[in-house]
């Protein structure tokens, strides 16, 4: 009898970890910031902590710079990163500080450099 009960317990906390796990994956893209926010008002966001979810479009690995693309759907901004490069077609989620990197008449560069991440 108490090896059932064991088992059922266990099984039940497995449950528990795997819902916790997809209510806190879910979490981030609920309160992400929408990249087309973010462009269309870059002086609002700029200093900011946001985080954004979406997909890798694309990768660069410069000498003085690493920095991949990323597409929530409503647009797509450059990240500045030290980690690792995701792949191409990975979905991220990235918390960073919004970067207005310049503006001249209506162009502007505008960028996320991504937070370290905590140790």
Excluded: W
Aim: hydrophobic residues 45%; charged residues 20%.
């Amino acid at each position: 009898m108490s090896d059932r009960l064991f088992r059922r317990s266990a099984t039940s906390a497995v449950v528990l970890l795997l819902c916790d796990f997809i209510v806190l994956a879910s979490c981030a893209a609920i309160f992400a910031t929408k990249i087309a926010d973010i462009k269309k008002t870059p002086g609002a966001y700029d200093g900011r902590i946001v985080t954004v979810t979406g997909k890798v479009t694309s990768t660069h690995n410069l000498l003085v710079v690493k920095y991949y693309g990323v597409d929530d759907g409503t647009g797509e901004i450059p990240v500045v990163t030290e980690s690792a490069l995701p792949k191409e077609g990975d979905s991220v989620s990235v918390k960073g500080r919004v970067n207005q990197a310049f503006a001249v008449g209506t162009a502007r560069l505008v960028v996320i450099v991504e937070e370290p991440p905590s140790r």
